[in-house]
């Protein structure tokens, strides 16, 4: 499989221009995506209620190839809905979806092939052993050397030692790590990852996103990451989109938001979005990418 | 776009609807494979009721002239419902084994596509009554004496057309658990026993008061019993009800497959194939 094209690495979500104040040129966000760049995901206009509850209210953003954007909220924000719909799990209200350059919601067996997506919201067969839960998803996704592959994934992840054990008989770090190999086994152009590193112990959530950022420079994969761990996203994403009651309200490189809000973390932004309170020039307005 | 404009295009896997399919049956063998006690489950209980309807058919043979007339009528009567029964009861279980696991979420963002789900729901529904049927049905010969291959070239045409009406009553409880959950999963048996003594397994459709007989003719098994009784009592295979069976099969399936496609979609709507489970 060969990878999309690439964008840079570090995405310029502030511009680097010395002349201005330093909180000026934190207040002025550069445009986002910039010009010119690939898109792996388009999502214009999405909407969905479920009866009188709106939780996705009109959003619209893009996501550049070879990146890691982050959605970040509360509970209800609409973050895993969000990444529902772009999975084709879940029919918008309205709205149209682009990804990897297909109309999601027209042609989506065109580009499910080369998507993929973790979720604690699912899991695998319990009875089945880790490595015939890879092995059938090999199968679905018409992988070649589907074995190969998984003793791969089993080295990158450490599966080793419970790859002939059954799913159900795992710790829950354990089947985070097998979630991740089952997203990975068809090498994914676009990855959607929603709690990622859920269930892990600080040093294996390490390796796994130390793993997840190898993936994406080696291979050129975008990766959209729904995640409430704040350290998580400052390390992994390049652009935050930060959501509120199913409307992105804010969004930027993790140190510029820092830099908006006049805070020392990630963390701390959050907070004010949540609250409604704090610097940044939407935290409760509802601001359009 | 097309390909060509796309910058995304990539080289084709080898995915294929043969190998998805297969790679859902082998996720079912691997169940199986597993776990002896669910195979052993699957023989179990068509073995016991042939036993059952067995002795009770050597008790009336010398009892009543009826059975007399054509012995094994009800032992054929147990094992051909069975293929009804394990026919509709082999897809529906797939389905919930997919549900119980909360497993959905991951298939249907896999290339995998539904009719190609549906596909490998019915295969496995296939081996699973053949590996309930086929122990049983051997059992017989030993123990009463009866052997279904005696039903002859009708054998499996009766087969294929209860597996048939299994699989659309299959689909139509597949999309009311999908709408409703895994609460309304007894629907699964009680819809097909429900219609047991509508189908005539064991007595003529003339038996039936008058104003029901209509509606048991409605149902493809109904024609599927009385084809098999013409067979064991006349030695006649009786083309008409084979063709109204068959007629009534498309029918049903065609229902069932509305039925599946409008619920799998709204589930879409509702987003329960990311939230069902347990």
Same mark, same amino acid.
């Given at each position: 499989? !060969? +990878? $999309? #094209? @690439? &964008? *840079? /690495? !570090? +995405? $310029? #979500? @502030? &511009? *680097? /221009? !010395? +002349?201005?104040?330093? &909180?000026?040129?934190?207040r002025?966000?550069?445009a986002?995506?910039?010009?010119?760049?690939?898109l792996?995901?388009?999502?214009?206009?999405l909407?969905?209620?479920?009866?009188?509850?709106?939780?996705?209210?009109?959003?619209?953003?893009?996501?550049?190839?070879?990146?890691?954007?982050?959605?970040?909220?509360?509970?209800?924000?609409?973050?895993?809905?969000?990444?529902?719909?772009?999975?084709?799990?879940?029919?918008?209200?309205?709205?149209r979806?682009?990804?990897?350059?297909?109309?999601?919601?027209?042609?989506?067996?065109?580009?499910?092939?080369r998507?993929n997506?973790?979720?604690?919201?699912?899991?695998?067969?319990?009875?089945?052993?880790?490595r015939?839960?890879?092995t059938?998803?090999?199968?679905?996704?018409g992988?070649?050397?589907?074995?190969?592959?998984?003793?791969?994934?089993?080295?990158?992840?450490?599966l080793?030692?419970?790859?002939?054990?059954?799913?159900?008989?795992?710790?829950?770090?354990?089947?985070?790590?097998?979630?991740?190999?089952?997203?990975?086994?068809?090498?994914?152009?676009?990855?959607?990852?929603?709690?990622?590193?859920?269930?892990?112990?600080?040093?294996?959530?390490?390796?796994?996103?130390g793993?997840?950022?190898?993936?994406?420079?080696?291979t050129?994969?975008?990766i959209?990451?729904?995640?409430h761990?704040?350290?998580?996203?400052?390390?992994?994403?390049?652009?935050?989109?930060?959501?509120?009651?199913?409307?992105?309200?804010?969004?930027?490189?993790?140190?510029?938001?820092?830099?908006?809000?006049?805070?020392?973390?990630?963390?701390?932004?959050?907070?004010?979005?949540?609250?409604?309170?704090?610097?940044?020039?939407?935290?409760?307005?509802?601001?359009?990418? | 776009?097309?390909?060509?404009?796309?910058?995304?295009?990539?080289?084709?896997?080898?995915?294929?609807?043969?190998?998805?399919?297969?790679?859902?049956?082998?996720?079912?063998?691997?169940?199986?494979?597993?776990?002896?006690?669910?195979?052993?489950?699957?023989?179990?209980?068509?073995?016991v009721?042939?036993?059952?309807?067995?002795?009770?058919?050597?008790?009336?043979?010398?009892?009543?002239?009826?059975?007399?007339?054509?012995?094994?009528?009800?032992?054929?009567?147990?094992?051909?419902?069975?293929?009804?029964?394990?026919?509709?009861?082999?897809?529906?279980?797939?389905?919930?084994e997919?549900?119980?696991?909360?497993?959905?979420?991951?298939?249907?963002?896999?290339?995998?596509?539904?009719?190609?789900?549906v596909?490998?729901m019915?295969?496995?529904?296939?081996?699973?009554?053949?590996?309930?049927?086929?122990?049983?049905?051997?059992?017989?010969?030993?123990?009463?004496?009866?052997?279904?291959?005696?039903l002859?070239?009708a054998?499996?045409?009766?087969f294929?057309?209860?597996m048939?009406?299994?699989?659309?009553?299959a689909?139509?409880v597949?999309?009311?658990?999908?709408r409703?959950?895994?609460?309304a999963e007894?629907?699964?048996?009680?819809?097909?026993?429900?219609?047991?003594?509508?189908?005539?397994?064991?007595?003529?459709?003339?038996?039936?008061?008058?104003f029901?007989?209509?509606?048991?003719?409605?149902?493809?098994?109904?024609?599927?019993?009385?084809?098999?009784?013409?067979?064991?009592f006349?030695?006649e295979?009786?083309?008409?009800?084979l063709?109204?069976?068959?007629?009534?099969d498309?029918?049903?399936?065609?229902?069932?497959?509305?039925?599946?496609?409008?619920?799998?979609?709204?589930?879409?709507?509702?987003?329960?194939?990311?939230?069902i489970?347990?």
């Amino acid at each position: 499989m !060969t +990878a $999309p #094209d @690439t &964008a *840079p /690495d !570090t +995405a $310029p #979500d @502030t &511009a *680097p /221009d !010395t +002349a201005l104040p330093a &909180a000026a040129a934190a207040r002025a966000p550069a445009a986002y995506p910039p010009p010119g760049a690939p898109l792996a995901i388009i999502a214009e206009g999405l909407s969905k209620r479920y009866g009188e509850v709106v939780a996705v209210d009109d959003i619209s953003f893009a996501v550049p190839a070879g990146q890691t954007v982050a959605l970040l909220g509360g509970n209800g924000a609409g973050k895993t809905t969000t990444i529902a719909m772009l999975l084709g799990l879940l029919l918008p209200d309205a709205g149209r979806i682009t990804i990897l350059g297909e109309d999601m919601l027209r042609h989506r067996f065109r580009v499910l092939p080369r998507m993929n997506f973790s979720s604690p919201y699912v899991s695998l067969p319990n009875r089945l052993t880790v490595r015939e839960n890879l092995t059938v998803f090999g199968h679905l996704y018409g992988v070649q050397g589907t074995a190969a592959r998984i003793a791969e994934l089993a080295e990158a992840l450490d599966l080793g030692a419970f790859l002939n054990r059954p799913s159900g008989d795992l710790s829950a770090g354990q089947k985070t790590r097998v979630a991740l190999a089952k997203a990975l086994i068809n090498r994914p152009a676009l990855l959607l990852l929603d709690e990622p590193t859920a269930s892990l112990d600080p040093d294996t959530g390490d390796q796994v996103r130390g793993w997840l950022e190898r993936y994406r420079v080696e291979t050129g994969a975008t990766i959209l990451l729904a995640s409430h761990n704040m350290a998580e996203v400052e390390r992994m994403a390049g652009h935050v989109l930060m959501m509120k009651r199913g409307r992105i309200v804010d969004q930027g490189a993790p140190a510029a938001l820092i830099a908006r809000y006049g805070r020392g973390t990630l963390e701390e932004v959050f907070l004010d979005i949540a609250r409604g309170r704090g610097n940044g020039a939407a935290a409760d307005g509802g601001a359009r990418p | 776009m097309s390909p060509r404009d796309n910058p995304f295009a990539l080289p084709p896997l080898h995915g294929s609807t043969a190998r998805r399919i297969w790679g859902m049956v082998y996720r079912h063998v691997c169940l199986f494979r597993s776990s002896w006690p669910r195979l052993v489950q699957l023989a179990y209980w068509p073995t016991v009721q042939m036993c059952i309807w067995g002795v009770f058919s050597t008790f009336m043979q010398q009892n009543s002239g009826w059975v007399a007339q054509a012995a094994g009528v009800l032992i054929g009567g147990v094992l051909l419902w069975d293929v009804l029964f394990r026919g509709q009861l082999g897809l529906s279980l797939s389905f919930f084994e997919e549900m119980w696991s909360r497993n959905l979420g991951n298939l249907f963002v896999s290339p995998l596509r539904p009719w190609e789900f549906v596909a490998s729901m019915v295969v496995m529904s296939l081996l699973r009554t053949l590996a309930g049927l086929v122990p049983a049905a051997f059992l017989a010969v030993p123990l009463f004496g009866f052997w279904l291959g005696d039903l002859g070239w009708a054998l499996p045409l009766f087969f294929g057309l209860l597996m048939a009406m299994g699989w659309a009553i299959a689909l139509v409880v597949v999309a009311l658990v999908l709408r409703k959950g895994l609460g309304a999963e007894e629907l699964a048996w009680a819809i097909i026993f429900g219609l047991a003594p509508l189908s005539c397994i064991y007595y003529p459709v003339s038996a039936l008061p008058g104003f029901i007989q209509p509606i048991a003719l409605a149902l493809p098994s109904t024609h599927v019993f009385e084809g098999m009784r013409a067979v064991m009592f006349r030695g006649e295979v009786p083309l008409g009800h084979l063709a109204w069976a068959a007629g009534l099969d498309l029918l049903y399936l065609g229902i069932g497959a509305v039925v599946f496609v409008l619920i799998f979609r709204a589930a879409r709507r509702r987003g329960l194939l990311l939230s069902i489970g347990e």
